[in-house]
Protein backbone atom coordinates (compact mmCIF):
# COMPACT_ATOMS: atom_id res chain seq x y z
CA UNK A 1 0.00 0.00 0.00
CA UNK A 2 1.34 3.44 -1.06
CA UNK A 3 1.11 6.54 1.69
CA UNK A 4 1.96 9.17 -0.05
CA UNK A 5 3.08 11.43 2.52
CA UNK A 6 2.08 14.98 0.77
CA UNK A 7 -1.86 13.42 0.46
CA UNK A 8 -2.71 11.45 3.90
CA UNK A 9 -0.69 13.17 5.91
CA UNK A 10 1.13 9.69 7.37
CA UNK A 11 4.29 8.64 6.83
CA UNK A 12 4.72 7.30 3.32
CA UNK A 13 5.74 3.84 4.48
CA UNK A 14 7.89 1.06 1.93
CA UNK A 15 5.04 0.12 -0.75
CA UNK A 16 4.82 -2.83 -2.53
CA UNK A 17 6.07 -0.53 -5.52
CA UNK A 18 9.01 0.16 -4.22
CA UNK A 19 12.25 -1.14 -4.64
CA UNK A 20 13.74 -0.25 -1.61
CA UNK A 21 13.85 1.88 2.05
CA UNK A 22 16.41 4.19 0.42
CA UNK A 23 18.63 4.47 -3.19
CA UNK A 24 21.85 5.58 -3.34
CA UNK A 25 22.84 7.29 -6.58
CA UNK A 26 26.49 6.69 -6.84
CA UNK A 27 28.89 4.64 -5.59
CA UNK A 28 31.90 6.55 -4.55
CA UNK A 29 33.35 6.66 -1.23
CA UNK A 30 30.25 8.50 -0.30
CA UNK A 31 27.80 6.24 -1.66
CA UNK A 32 29.43 3.47 -0.30
CA UNK A 33 29.75 5.05 2.85
CA UNK A 34 25.66 5.69 3.35
CA UNK A 35 24.95 2.59 1.90
CA UNK A 36 27.36 0.82 4.10
CA UNK A 37 25.75 2.54 7.43
CA UNK A 38 22.06 2.18 5.92
CA UNK A 39 22.17 -1.43 5.70
CA UNK A 40 24.54 -2.01 9.13
CA UNK A 41 20.59 -0.61 10.79
CA UNK A 42 18.81 -2.84 8.98
CA UNK A 43 17.19 -1.17 5.88
CA UNK A 44 17.02 -2.32 2.65
CA UNK A 45 19.32 -0.22 0.23
CA UNK A 46 19.67 0.04 -3.60
CA UNK A 47 22.88 1.70 -4.72
CA UNK A 48 23.21 2.65 -8.24
CA UNK A 49 26.48 2.79 -9.82
CA UNK A 50 26.74 4.00 -13.68
CA UNK A 51 30.82 2.35 -14.02
CA UNK A 52 32.07 -0.95 -13.52
CA UNK A 53 34.46 -2.15 -10.95
CA UNK A 54 37.25 -1.58 -11.07
CA UNK A 55 37.62 1.78 -12.37
CA UNK A 56 39.89 4.91 -12.32
CA UNK A 57 38.60 8.04 -10.35
CA UNK A 58 40.94 11.44 -10.83
CA UNK A 59 42.22 11.60 -7.44
CA UNK A 60 45.73 12.38 -5.60
CA UNK A 61 45.01 8.92 -3.49
CA UNK A 62 45.66 10.44 -0.59
CA UNK A 63 44.14 9.46 2.86
CA UNK A 64 44.12 11.67 5.81
CA UNK A 65 43.77 10.28 9.29
CA UNK A 66 39.85 11.07 8.88
CA UNK A 67 39.46 8.74 5.86
CA UNK A 68 41.62 6.38 7.93
CA UNK A 69 38.87 6.40 10.87
CA UNK A 70 35.91 5.90 8.62
CA UNK A 71 37.30 2.84 6.61
CA UNK A 72 37.93 1.52 9.95
CA UNK A 73 34.81 2.03 10.75
CA UNK A 74 33.88 0.07 8.07
CA UNK A 75 35.63 -2.98 9.20
CA UNK A 76 37.68 -2.21 6.62
CA UNK A 77 41.46 -4.01 7.26
CA UNK A 78 44.42 -1.77 6.24
CA UNK A 79 47.62 -3.85 5.98
CA UNK A 80 50.54 -2.62 3.46
CA UNK A 81 50.32 -6.16 2.40
CA UNK A 82 47.18 -5.84 0.90
CA UNK A 83 48.01 -2.85 -1.17
CA UNK A 84 47.95 0.05 1.43
CA UNK A 85 50.79 2.35 1.33
CA UNK A 86 50.99 4.45 5.42
CA UNK A 87 52.29 7.49 5.45
CA UNK A 88 53.75 9.79 9.09
CA UNK A 89 52.36 12.96 8.19
CA UNK A 90 52.57 15.65 5.67
CA UNK A 91 55.93 17.29 4.06
CA UNK A 92 55.26 20.61 3.42
CA UNK A 93 57.57 22.93 1.17
CA UNK A 94 57.43 26.43 0.48
CA UNK A 95 59.07 29.60 0.70
CA UNK A 96 62.59 27.76 0.45
CA UNK A 97 61.72 25.93 3.65
CA UNK A 98 60.86 21.60 4.18
CA UNK A 99 58.98 20.91 7.44
CA UNK A 100 57.88 17.42 8.02
CA UNK A 101 54.54 16.97 10.39
CA UNK A 102 53.81 13.90 11.91
CA UNK A 103 49.92 13.24 12.18
CA UNK A 104 48.96 13.92 15.81
CA UNK A 105 48.33 11.43 17.96
CA UNK A 106 45.06 12.08 19.18
CA UNK A 107 42.02 9.60 21.33
CA UNK A 108 40.11 10.46 18.32
CA UNK A 109 41.82 9.72 15.29
CA UNK A 110 44.57 7.54 14.31
CA UNK A 111 48.06 8.89 13.92
CA UNK A 112 48.46 7.33 10.42
CA UNK A 113 47.68 8.38 6.96
CA UNK A 114 47.63 6.22 3.56
CA UNK A 115 47.91 6.17 0.14
CA UNK A 116 45.98 3.63 -2.33
CA UNK A 117 44.84 4.56 -6.02
CA UNK A 118 41.24 4.83 -6.05
CA UNK A 119 41.06 2.05 -9.08
CA UNK A 120 41.45 -0.24 -5.97
CA UNK A 121 40.21 2.01 -2.96
CA UNK A 122 36.43 2.55 -4.58
CA UNK A 123 35.67 -0.66 -4.85
CA UNK A 124 36.84 -1.98 -1.48
CA UNK A 125 34.56 0.35 0.30
CA UNK A 126 31.75 -0.42 -2.00
CA UNK A 127 32.23 -4.39 -1.58
CA UNK A 128 32.14 -3.31 2.09
CA UNK A 129 28.54 -1.63 1.69
CA UNK A 130 28.01 -4.92 -0.77
CA UNK A 131 28.95 -7.30 2.51
CA UNK A 132 26.87 -5.50 5.03
CA UNK A 133 23.39 -5.87 2.47
CA UNK A 134 23.13 -3.07 0.57
CA UNK A 135 22.82 -3.88 -2.84
CA UNK A 136 25.00 -2.79 -5.73
CA UNK A 137 23.64 -2.18 -9.15
CA UNK A 138 26.96 -1.60 -11.47
CA UNK A 139 26.80 -0.23 -14.93
CA UNK A 140 23.32 1.60 -13.97
CA UNK A 141 23.05 5.19 -14.79
CA UNK A 142 20.35 7.49 -13.18
CA UNK A 143 18.86 9.95 -15.34
CA UNK A 144 16.48 11.69 -14.08
CA UNK A 145 14.34 11.95 -10.46
CA UNK A 146 10.69 10.28 -10.28
CA UNK A 147 8.63 12.82 -8.79
CA UNK A 148 5.23 12.37 -6.56
CA UNK A 149 1.83 13.50 -7.40
CA UNK A 150 2.76 17.09 -5.86
CA UNK A 151 6.11 17.03 -8.84
CA UNK A 152 8.08 18.28 -5.66
CA UNK A 153 9.16 15.27 -3.80
CA UNK A 154 11.67 12.72 -4.98
CA UNK A 155 10.10 9.15 -4.34
CA UNK A 156 12.74 7.52 -6.92
CA UNK A 157 15.10 7.45 -9.95
CA UNK A 158 14.93 6.62 -13.61
CA UNK A 159 18.24 4.58 -14.78
CA UNK A 160 19.45 2.77 -17.60
CA UNK A 161 21.65 -0.41 -17.94
CA UNK A 162 24.74 1.44 -19.43
CA UNK A 163 26.99 -1.71 -19.28
CA UNK A 164 24.39 -2.95 -21.70
CA UNK A 165 26.12 -0.99 -24.42
CA UNK A 166 23.26 0.82 -26.21
CA UNK A 167 21.86 2.39 -22.92
CA UNK A 168 19.01 -0.14 -22.45
CA UNK A 169 15.52 1.09 -21.97
CA UNK A 170 14.86 3.58 -19.38
CA UNK A 171 13.13 2.01 -16.13
CA UNK A 172 12.33 3.60 -12.82
CA UNK A 173 13.69 2.67 -9.33
CA UNK A 174 11.39 3.95 -6.15
CA UNK A 175 12.14 4.15 -2.65
CA UNK A 176 11.26 6.24 0.54
CA UNK A 177 14.33 8.21 0.20
CA UNK A 178 16.94 8.87 -2.20
CA UNK A 179 20.70 9.95 -1.53
CA UNK A 180 22.59 12.11 -4.34
CA UNK A 181 26.52 10.77 -3.96
CA UNK A 182 26.61 11.50 -7.57
CA UNK A 183 30.03 13.43 -7.01
CA UNK A 184 30.54 17.32 -8.31
CA UNK A 185 28.22 17.38 -11.44
CA UNK A 186 25.80 15.85 -9.39
CA UNK A 187 23.14 15.67 -12.23
CA UNK A 188 20.55 14.16 -9.73
CA UNK A 189 20.98 17.68 -7.53
CA UNK A 190 20.55 19.33 -10.55
CA UNK A 191 17.59 18.20 -11.64
CA UNK A 192 16.13 18.84 -8.58
CA UNK A 193 16.89 22.34 -8.53
CA UNK A 194 20.32 22.39 -6.60
CA UNK A 195 22.86 24.23 -8.39
CA UNK A 196 26.12 25.18 -7.12
CA UNK A 197 26.59 28.44 -5.27
CA UNK A 198 29.01 30.98 -6.76
CA UNK A 199 30.24 32.39 -3.39
CA UNK A 200 31.54 29.23 -2.45
CA UNK A 201 35.09 28.33 -3.56
CA UNK A 202 35.62 25.85 -5.97
CA UNK A 203 39.19 24.36 -7.25
CA UNK A 204 40.24 22.27 -10.31
CA UNK A 205 43.22 19.81 -10.04
CA UNK A 206 45.20 17.98 -12.64
CA UNK A 207 47.39 14.51 -11.95
CA UNK A 208 49.32 11.72 -13.33
CA UNK A 209 51.97 8.77 -12.51
CA UNK A 210 55.46 8.36 -12.80
CA UNK A 211 57.43 5.41 -11.97
CA UNK A 212 59.93 7.12 -9.33
CA UNK A 213 62.33 6.38 -6.62
CA UNK A 214 60.24 8.27 -4.08
CA UNK A 215 57.26 5.98 -4.93
CA UNK A 216 58.31 4.68 -1.24
CA UNK A 217 57.96 8.47 0.66
CA UNK A 218 56.59 8.11 3.38
CA UNK A 219 55.68 11.62 4.21
CA UNK A 220 52.57 13.07 1.64
CA UNK A 221 54.45 16.11 0.04
CA UNK A 222 52.88 19.30 -0.64
CA UNK A 223 54.28 22.54 -2.18
CA UNK A 224 53.08 25.64 -1.31
CA UNK A 225 54.51 27.08 -3.83
CA UNK A 226 55.56 26.12 -7.73
CA UNK A 227 58.39 27.73 -9.25
CA UNK A 228 59.51 27.44 -12.75
CA UNK A 229 62.60 29.17 -12.87
CA UNK A 230 62.26 32.67 -11.30
CA UNK A 231 58.70 32.72 -11.57
CA UNK A 232 56.07 31.92 -9.52
CA UNK A 233 53.02 30.31 -10.82
CA UNK A 234 49.97 30.19 -9.31
CA UNK A 235 48.24 27.45 -7.52
CA UNK A 236 49.81 24.43 -5.32
CA UNK A 237 51.18 21.11 -5.79
CA UNK A 238 51.40 17.27 -4.35
CA UNK A 239 54.13 14.45 -4.79
CA UNK A 240 52.11 11.33 -2.90
CA UNK A 241 54.00 8.22 -2.83
CA UNK A 242 51.83 5.26 -3.94
CA UNK A 243 54.54 2.30 -2.64
CA UNK A 244 53.74 0.49 -5.76
CA UNK A 245 56.76 1.62 -8.05
CA UNK A 246 54.63 5.09 -8.67
CA UNK A 247 54.09 8.47 -7.77
CA UNK A 248 50.92 10.55 -7.76
CA UNK A 249 52.24 13.75 -8.87
CA UNK A 250 49.25 16.69 -9.73
CA UNK A 251 48.71 20.49 -9.24
CA UNK A 252 45.43 22.64 -8.25
CA UNK A 253 44.11 26.14 -8.17
CA UNK A 254 41.11 27.76 -6.50
CA UNK A 255 38.73 30.40 -8.52
CA UNK A 256 40.25 32.44 -5.81
CA UNK A 257 43.46 32.79 -8.12
CA UNK A 258 43.17 35.62 -10.88
CA UNK A 259 44.81 33.21 -13.04
CA UNK A 260 41.69 30.44 -12.38
CA UNK A 261 39.89 29.72 -15.88
CA UNK A 262 43.08 30.99 -17.88
CA UNK A 263 45.58 28.29 -17.06
CA UNK A 264 46.80 25.69 -19.39
CA UNK A 265 47.22 23.32 -16.81
CA UNK A 266 49.61 20.34 -18.35
CA UNK A 267 52.07 23.06 -19.11
CA UNK A 268 52.01 24.72 -15.61
CA UNK A 269 52.37 20.99 -14.60
CA UNK A 270 55.22 20.17 -17.02
CA UNK A 271 56.82 23.63 -16.07
CA UNK A 272 56.60 22.89 -12.11
CA UNK A 273 58.31 19.37 -12.73
CA UNK A 274 60.97 20.41 -15.20
CA UNK A 275 62.48 22.59 -12.12
CA UNK A 276 62.57 19.18 -10.29
CA UNK A 277 65.78 16.68 -9.73
CA UNK A 278 65.99 14.85 -12.47
CA UNK A 279 66.86 11.84 -10.07
CA UNK A 280 63.05 11.67 -8.77
CA UNK A 281 61.67 10.71 -12.34
CA UNK A 282 59.17 12.87 -13.39
CA UNK A 283 59.93 12.75 -17.01
CA UNK A 284 58.10 12.05 -20.04
CA UNK A 285 59.64 8.64 -20.29
CA UNK A 286 58.55 7.74 -16.94
CA UNK A 287 54.86 8.79 -17.27
CA UNK A 288 52.47 5.69 -16.70
CA UNK A 289 49.33 7.12 -16.80
CA UNK A 290 47.89 10.47 -18.81
CA UNK A 291 47.22 13.82 -16.97
CA UNK A 292 43.60 14.03 -16.15
CA UNK A 293 41.84 16.51 -13.79
CA UNK A 294 38.49 17.20 -12.05
CA UNK A 295 36.85 20.07 -10.46
CA UNK A 296 36.99 20.26 -5.92
CA UNK A 297 33.75 21.25 -4.87
CA UNK A 298 34.56 23.28 -1.51
CA UNK A 299 33.02 24.55 1.31
CA UNK A 300 29.09 23.16 1.27
CA UNK A 301 29.08 25.06 -2.67
CA UNK A 302 25.74 23.40 -3.38
CA UNK A 303 23.04 23.51 -0.39
CA UNK A 304 20.42 22.90 1.16
CA UNK A 305 21.81 19.29 1.65
CA UNK A 306 18.29 18.25 2.28
CA UNK A 307 15.39 18.80 0.54
CA UNK A 308 12.24 16.86 -0.82
CA UNK A 309 12.98 13.20 -0.05
CA UNK A 310 16.51 14.43 -1.27
CA UNK A 311 19.65 14.03 0.91
CA UNK A 312 23.24 15.34 -0.68
CA UNK A 313 26.81 13.46 0.35
CA UNK A 314 30.36 14.04 -0.26
CA UNK A 315 31.17 16.12 -3.91
CA UNK A 316 27.24 15.76 -4.84
CA UNK A 317 27.15 18.25 -1.80
CA UNK A 318 30.09 20.18 -2.12
CA UNK A 319 32.21 18.95 1.04
CA UNK A 320 35.78 19.21 0.11
CA UNK A 321 37.56 20.49 2.72
CA UNK A 322 39.06 24.55 1.50
CA UNK A 323 41.79 23.98 3.63
CA UNK A 324 43.31 21.03 2.15
CA UNK A 325 41.37 19.99 -1.27
CA UNK A 326 40.52 16.90 1.19
CA UNK A 327 37.27 14.74 -0.10
CA UNK A 328 37.57 11.45 0.73
CA UNK A 329 37.00 11.67 4.76
CA UNK A 330 34.00 14.24 4.17
CA UNK A 331 32.31 12.49 1.52
CA UNK A 332 32.52 9.09 4.03
CA UNK A 333 32.08 10.88 7.37
CA UNK A 334 28.69 12.56 5.67
CA UNK A 335 27.62 9.27 4.31
CA UNK A 336 27.55 8.11 7.62
CA UNK A 337 25.57 11.15 9.24
CA UNK A 338 23.16 10.91 6.33
CA UNK A 339 22.20 7.48 7.14
CA UNK A 340 22.27 8.05 11.00
CA UNK A 341 19.65 10.81 9.87
CA UNK A 342 17.27 8.34 7.21
CA UNK A 343 17.50 5.70 10.48
CA UNK A 344 16.16 7.58 12.82
CA UNK A 345 13.80 9.55 10.02
CA UNK A 346 12.30 6.65 8.96
CA UNK A 347 11.42 4.90 12.16
CA UNK A 348 8.95 8.26 12.71
CA UNK A 349 5.53 7.26 13.31
CA UNK A 350 4.09 10.38 10.93
CA UNK A 351 5.03 12.66 7.89
CA UNK A 352 5.89 15.78 9.92
CA UNK A 353 8.14 13.80 12.22
CA UNK A 354 10.21 12.39 9.73
CA UNK A 355 10.44 16.06 8.05
CA UNK A 356 11.92 17.05 11.30
CA UNK A 357 14.71 14.36 11.45
CA UNK A 358 15.39 14.88 8.06
CA UNK A 359 15.81 18.74 8.35
CA UNK A 360 18.04 17.94 11.31
CA UNK A 361 21.08 16.71 8.51
CA UNK A 362 21.89 19.77 7.62
CA UNK A 363 22.09 21.20 10.75
CA UNK A 364 24.38 18.19 11.53
CA UNK A 365 26.65 18.91 8.96
CA UNK A 366 26.67 22.46 9.95
CA UNK A 367 27.74 21.34 13.48
CA UNK A 368 30.61 19.15 12.18
CA UNK A 369 32.18 21.38 9.39
CA UNK A 370 30.43 24.89 9.17
CA UNK A 371 32.44 26.98 10.98
CA UNK A 372 35.63 25.20 10.08
CA UNK A 373 34.07 25.27 6.56
CA UNK A 374 33.56 28.73 6.61
CA UNK A 375 37.04 29.60 8.10
CA UNK A 376 38.44 27.86 5.11
CA UNK A 377 36.52 29.97 2.61
CA UNK A 378 38.30 33.01 4.24
CA UNK A 379 41.87 30.96 4.51
CA UNK A 380 41.15 29.85 0.69
CA UNK A 381 40.27 33.74 -0.15
CA UNK A 382 43.60 34.96 1.59
CA UNK A 383 46.06 32.59 -0.57
CA UNK A 384 44.77 33.52 -3.74
CA UNK A 385 46.79 36.42 -3.46
CA UNK A 386 50.47 35.77 -4.24
CA UNK A 387 51.61 38.13 -1.43
CA UNK A 388 49.99 36.42 1.25
CA UNK A 389 51.59 33.25 0.23
CA UNK A 390 54.77 34.34 0.13
CA UNK A 391 54.11 36.11 3.89
CA UNK A 392 52.71 33.08 5.12
CA UNK A 393 55.83 30.79 3.30
CA UNK A 394 58.63 32.78 4.61
CA UNK A 395 57.65 33.69 8.15
CA UNK A 396 55.22 30.76 9.33
CA UNK A 397 57.04 27.64 7.52
CA UNK A 398 60.33 27.66 9.90
CA UNK A 399 58.37 27.82 12.87
CA UNK A 400 57.70 24.51 14.20
CA UNK A 401 54.95 25.56 16.82
CA UNK A 402 52.98 27.63 14.57
CA UNK A 403 52.97 24.64 11.62
CA UNK A 404 52.01 22.03 14.32
CA UNK A 405 48.64 24.59 14.82
CA UNK A 406 48.82 24.83 11.19
CA UNK A 407 48.74 21.15 10.16
CA UNK A 408 46.11 20.76 13.03
CA UNK A 409 44.01 23.41 11.33
CA UNK A 410 44.73 22.31 7.79
CA UNK A 411 43.78 18.51 8.02
CA UNK A 412 40.79 19.43 10.02
CA UNK A 413 42.56 16.82 13.15
CA UNK A 414 41.68 18.09 16.62
CA UNK A 415 40.25 16.47 19.75
CA UNK A 416 37.02 17.25 20.00
CA UNK A 417 37.25 17.88 23.66
CA UNK A 418 39.97 18.93 25.86
CA UNK A 419 43.37 18.35 23.70
CA UNK A 420 45.92 20.56 23.61
CA UNK A 421 45.97 24.68 23.11
CA UNK A 422 46.02 24.04 19.31
CA UNK A 423 43.15 21.84 20.07
CA UNK A 424 41.35 24.07 21.72
CA UNK A 425 42.29 27.70 19.60
CA UNK A 426 40.90 25.46 16.89
CA UNK A 427 37.87 23.64 17.99
CA UNK A 428 37.13 27.71 19.57
CA UNK A 429 37.46 29.36 16.56
CA UNK A 430 35.35 26.89 14.50
CA UNK A 431 32.43 27.20 17.17
CA UNK A 432 32.29 31.39 17.23
CA UNK A 433 32.70 31.64 13.03
CA UNK A 434 29.33 31.73 11.41
CA UNK A 435 28.08 27.78 10.36
CA UNK A 436 27.33 29.87 6.90
C1 LIG B 1 42.93 15.87 -9.04
C2 LIG B 1 42.21 15.60 -7.73
C3 LIG B 1 42.95 15.20 -6.64
C4 LIG B 1 42.30 14.92 -5.43
N1 LIG B 1 43.06 14.45 -4.38
C5 LIG B 1 42.47 14.07 -3.23
C6 LIG B 1 43.24 13.47 -2.19
O1 LIG B 1 44.43 13.24 -2.31
N2 LIG B 1 42.57 13.12 -1.04
C7 LIG B 1 41.23 13.34 -0.87
O2 LIG B 1 40.70 13.04 0.21
N3 LIG B 1 40.49 13.89 -1.86
C8 LIG B 1 41.06 14.24 -3.03
N4 LIG B 1 40.29 14.75 -4.07
C9 LIG B 1 38.83 14.91 -3.86
C10 LIG B 1 38.11 13.55 -3.95
O3 LIG B 1 38.48 12.90 -5.14
C11 LIG B 1 36.58 13.71 -3.92
O4 LIG B 1 36.24 14.67 -2.94
C12 LIG B 1 35.86 12.38 -3.61
O5 LIG B 1 36.04 11.47 -4.65
C13 LIG B 1 34.37 12.60 -3.35
O6 LIG B 1 33.72 11.37 -3.19
P1 LIG B 1 32.17 11.19 -3.60
O7 LIG B 1 31.80 9.81 -3.21
O8 LIG B 1 31.39 12.33 -3.06
O9 LIG B 1 32.13 11.39 -5.18
P2 LIG B 1 32.87 10.55 -6.33
O10 LIG B 1 34.11 9.94 -5.83
O11 LIG B 1 32.97 11.48 -7.48
O12 LIG B 1 31.85 9.38 -6.67
C14 LIG B 1 30.67 9.64 -7.38
C15 LIG B 1 30.18 8.33 -7.97
O13 LIG B 1 28.91 8.53 -8.56
C16 LIG B 1 28.88 7.86 -9.81
N5 LIG B 1 27.88 8.55 -10.64
C17 LIG B 1 27.95 9.81 -11.14
N6 LIG B 1 26.85 10.10 -11.85
C18 LIG B 1 26.06 8.99 -11.79
C19 LIG B 1 24.80 8.67 -12.34
N7 LIG B 1 24.11 9.54 -13.09
N8 LIG B 1 24.27 7.44 -12.11
C20 LIG B 1 24.96 6.55 -11.34
N9 LIG B 1 26.16 6.80 -10.81
C21 LIG B 1 26.72 8.01 -11.02
C22 LIG B 1 30.30 7.98 -10.34
O14 LIG B 1 30.59 7.00 -11.32
C23 LIG B 1 31.11 7.78 -9.06
O15 LIG B 1 31.39 6.44 -8.81
C24 LIG B 1 40.90 15.06 -5.29
C25 LIG B 1 40.15 15.49 -6.40
C26 LIG B 1 40.79 15.76 -7.61
C27 LIG B 1 39.97 16.20 -8.79
Not at 28 to 46: E, F, I, K, Q, T
Request: one cysteine or more; proline letters at 6%; charged letters at 20%.
Amino acid sequence: MTQDASRTGQPRVRSAADDADVIVVGAGPGGSSAAYHLARAGLDVLVLEKSTFPREKVCGDGLTPRAVKQLVGMGITLEPADGWFPNKGIRIIGGGVRVELDWPELSSYPGIGLVRTRRGFDEIVARAAQRAGARLAEGVTVTGPVLDDSAKRIVGVTARDTAAGDGGPERSYRARLVVAADGNSSRLSLAMGLRKRDDRPLGVAIRTYYTSPRHDDDYLETWLDLWDGNALLPGYGWIFGVGDGTSNVGLGLLNTSASFGHIDYRAMLRRWLASMPAEWGFAEENQVAPVRGAALPMGFNRTPHYTSGLLLVGDAGGMVNPFNGEGISCAMESGEIAAQVIVQALARPDRASAELALRGYPQALKDAYGGYYTLGRKFVGAIGHPWFMRFATRHGLPRPALMRFTMKLLANLTEPRGGDAADRVINALSRITPAA
